[in-house]
């Protein structure tokens, strides 16, 4: 984690809401194959070519599970305060049923799932998992990283996606 955090050029990215602006609750970066666009949130990013440690993961991912990326997207949680409002991953880019890798490091996180007919899944994500989202999943489950107060240590989450041009 502090290897990525040194070597990756963080944005400080405003994401607009319910047409008011804010500072992204979190540090982002996006790394991946050349010039590759992502656009979430009306935020449009541009990678930058894959660093040792990042494309070492991606390449375990295909080795291990047969997985094929082209990007990551690295964030970044200061501390429990820093988080992600419910969403999915469900951007044109992505394709129909996207496979996204996010490999977790750091302090423990409760992370959640709620399915579209209102059943919600908790997950404590903790130093190293692994959570894959396959096939229809993006299509059925929004999911969420909730704020919690009393973690005062930094987490960070890498997503690896494939974006299709």
Do not use: C
Not at 50 to 72: G, Q, S, V
Not at 84 to 97: A, K, Q, T, V
Not at 113 to 118: A, I, K, Q, S, Y
Request: overall charge positive; glycine content about 4%; cysteine-free.
């Amino acid at each position: 984690m502090n290897k990525i955090k040194s070597t990756v050029k963080w944005r400080d990215d405003k994401i607009t809401m319910f047409g008011k602006t804010y500072p992204q609750a979190r540090k982002v970066a996006f790394y991946g194959d050349e010039n590759i666009e992502y656009t979430y949130s009306r935020i449009k990013m541009r990678t930058r070519f894959w660093t040792d440690e990042l494309k070492m993961l991606n390449d375990r991912l295909k080795l291990d599970y047969d997985l094929i990326f082209n990007t990551a997207l690295v964030n970044y949680y200061r501390d429990g305060r820093d988080h992600m409002s419910w969403h999915r991953d469900d951007e044109p880019e992505l394709g129909i049923n996207p496979s996204i890798a996010s490999i977790s490091f750091g302090a423990s996180r409760d992370f959640f799932f709620r399915h579209d007919e209102g059943e919600k899944v908790k997950l404590t994500l903790e130093n190293g998992d692994l959570l894959l989202m396959l096939g229809e999943t993006q299509h059925h489950w929004k999911h969420a990283l909730p704020k919690r107060l009393k973690i005062n240590e930094p987490r960070m989450n890498i997503t690896f996606r494939r974006i299709f041009e």
